[in-house]
């Protein structure tokens, strides 16, 4: 017997980043929007222990010891429920790796989801979000998907109305980076600067009520976005492309190194990809719609 569970990626349409809390984590306003690129996570009993393995783009880069957020989720739910994590996780993998689409937190819920099935836990919906908020900061967001407001360090979820689908395309960078270090640059571009608390923009929600792509593109921000852009500089040539390939809107997904773009339509959003296919920082090229379904088994 297995379980699969198939997890979408996410992107950002605000991310508005406060000062450092004691705990050095950060308040955030963070308005997450699920896309239709997705990791598959297969549970089957193994009788060797845990056991991780993965398959797909840059699966290389994917660690497969217990640091891995679909482990750490496999031996959460074992100690909950008072046995072995005796299972076989294995991963396919499509959204990027290191790339501020939630791979990583995408395969910690699925593996949540997968394992809760295979051993017929029994456990609340609610149990399961606590979980995943143990886990990681966007591990929640990924569970539910749809469209959501994390606040907190982005694990304390209120969903949101949606009034249509968006399209998008991801361009792929060269190189990954990572989320510690795009906070730590953000903290120093921002020393010595008053910080202000984080909040949900108004324009954000409405736009994504009524569905309307030209008023959620006047709207979407990125406050990590100055800091990825300083790690990474080719990123700017990247966005430069999508705009002048008619994107509403171009902006860093998260902590980076992937950027976004919001299209009219589909075909507008195809027009974008095969345009951005040429610049020097973009490895690859995908196209997605949103808002999707959280974590489902398959």
Same mark, same amino acid.
């Given at each position: 017997?297995? #379980?699969?569970?198939?997890?979408?990626?996410?992107?950002? #349409?605000?991310? %508005?980043?406060?000062? %450092?809390?004691?705990?050095?984590?950060?308040?955030?306003?963070?308005?997450?929007?699920?896309? &239709?690129?997705?990791?598959?996570?297969?549970?089957?009993?193994?009788?060797?222990?845990?056991?991780?393995? /993965?398959?797909?783009?840059?699966?290389?880069?994917?660690?497969?010891?217990?640091?891995? !957020?679909?482990?750490?989720?496999? =031996?959460?739910?074992?100690?909950?429920? @008072?046995?072995?994590?005796?299972? +076989?996780? +294995?991963?396919?993998?499509?959204?990027?790796?290191?790339?501020?689409?939630? &791979?990583?937190?995408?395969? @910690?819920? &699925?593996?949540?989801?997968? /394992?809760? %099935?295979?051993?017929?836990?029994?456990?609340?919906?609610?149990?399961?979000?606590?979980?995943?908020?143990?886990? $990681?900061?966007?591990?929640?967001?990924?569970?539910?998907?749809?469209?959501? =407001?994390?606040?907190?360090?982005?694990?304390?979820?209120?969903? =949101?109305?949606?009034?249509?689908?968006? +399209?998008?395309?991801?361009?792929?960078?060269?190189?990954?980076?990572?989320?510690?270090?795009?906070?730590?640059?953000?903290?120093?571009?921002?020393?010595? +600067?008053?910080?202000?608390?984080?909040?949900?923009?108004?324009?954000?929600?409405?736009?994504? %009520?009524? $569905?309307?792509?030209?008023?959620?593109?006047?709207?979407?921000?990125?406050?990590?976005?100055?800091?990825? =852009?300083?790690?990474?500089?080719?990123?700017?040539?990247? !966005?430069?492309?999508?705009?002048?390939? @008619?994107? *509403?809107?171009? !902006?860093?997904?998260?902590?980076?190194?992937?950027?976004?773009?919001?299209?009219?339509?589909?075909?507008?959003?195809?027009?974008?990809?095969?345009? *951005?296919?040429?610049?020097?920082?973009?490895?690859?090229?995908?196209?997605?719609? $949103?808002?999707?379904?959280?974590?489902?088994?398959?």
């Amino acid at each position: 017997m297995s #379980v699969t569970v198939r997890v979408p990626a996410k992107v950002n #349409v605000q991310l %508005a980043v406060g000062a %450092a809390r004691p705990d050095g984590f950060h308040e955030l306003a963070n308005v997450f929007l699920a896309v &239709g690129l997705y990791d598959e996570v297969t549970a089957t009993p193994s009788p060797d222990g845990l056991r991780i393995t /993965c398959e797909g783009p840059d699966a290389a880069q994917v660690p497969l010891d217990r640091s891995n !957020l679909a482990a750490r989720a496999a =031996l959460a739910l074992a100690e909950r429920c @008072g046995r072995a994590p005796d299972v +076989h996780l +294995h991963i396919a993998k499509d959204i990027p790796v290191a790339g501020g689409m939630a &791979g990583g937190s995408a395969d @910690g819920a &699925g593996a949540l989801l997968a /394992c809760d %099935a295979l051993w017929g836990t029994g456990a609340s919906r609610e149990e399961l979000l606590a979980i995943c908020a143990e886990l $990681g900061s966007d591990v929640p967001f990924s569970l539910v998907g749809g469209a959501a =407001l994390g606040t907190g360090r982005g694990e304390r979820l209120t969903g =949101l109305d949606v009034g249509g689908a968006f +399209h998008w395309v991801f361009a792929m960078a060269t190189r990954g980076l990572s989320t510690p270090a795009v906070f730590r640059e953000f903290d120093r571009l921002a020393e010595g +600067h008053d910080i202000p608390e984080p909040r949900a923009s108004r324009p954000v929600l409405d736009a994504l %009520a009524k $569905g309307d792509p030209d008023a959620l593109a006047a709207a979407v921000t990125n406050d990590l976005q100055p800091a990825a =852009l300083s790690l990474f500089p080719d990123l700017s040539t990247t !966005l430069a492309a999508g705009r002048a390939a @008619g994107a *509403l809107a171009a !902006l860093v997904s998260g902590s980076g190194p992937t950027t976004a773009f919001l299209a009219r339509d589909e075909r507008a959003a195809e027009k974008i990809a095969e345009a *951005l296919r040429s610049t020097p920082a973009c490895r690859t090229v995908r196209t997605a719609t $949103g808002p999707v379904p959280g974590a489902r088994v398959l």
